[in-house]
């Protein structure tokens, strides 16, 4: 009875994604988690999703006490993850356990005001998540692999933001350029389309960014392979295979008008 409620709730749970409702898949999603209590595996698998959901529907908030709590739940909700995750037998526990540390390090991070704060959760963040993909690496997980470049690509982004030291600043913009070129990669291997698209996503991003610092020349040879990988066009096709709202826009977005 417990398996035939359950379906239902996820489908209910994805549909909401979907649809940007992050609080109400995350209700579902709770819901869900109330039926396979005894089962770890699945158990922490729901609750990884519903930190993800309370994380990007922090974004959504009105008020920044709202945000703040938001976050908190989101943490919550990792915390509870890393200890179910503890209880199972997965060869890739120990690299999902080091993801799930890394999202709470991340709130911590977007909780603080001090930069200096900040910048040190940021680090224990970016090791975290070059632990789990470490660990990936060993299962020879192809979309975990893939997953955890797209991740560091987008940190990088993060780091950027607090950078104000110009080699420094370039070092990160070429570092998210080449996690984004290993994203392509490894996950033009595999069939999820939407961590594929994500990675042009990144990859255009970052282009931008070095183009308006000028951290590439022309001639580079970054540049030269960055322009004939078609990022724009070929994210796009495979955002709107997904028909992911987010990414298709910011696809259509960014890099419009550019040879991208």
Known sequence: MQN?????????????EKKYEWLESADFYDEASGLVQEDYEKASEIHERIGYCFLRAAFQAETNEQFRRILRQSADAYKKTISLFQKTETEDKEAKICHAKAMIAYVKARLTPDVAKRRKFLAEL?????????LYKKTGNQLAIGKMY????EWSREKQFLESRWLELKRLIIEGINYANKAIKTLSKTKDNYELARAYCWIIVHYGTALYF?????????NQQILELRPRKKGLELAEATQDAYLITRLKGIGAGSEL
């Open 150 to 153: 797209n991740n560091l690509s």
């Open 4 to 16: 035939n409620n359950l379906e239902p709730l996820l489908k209910k749970a994805e549909e909401q």
């Open 214 to 222: 000028r951290a590439l020349d022309t001639g580079d040879v970054m």
């Open 126 to 134: 970016w090791k975290l998540e070059n632990d789990a993909l470490k």
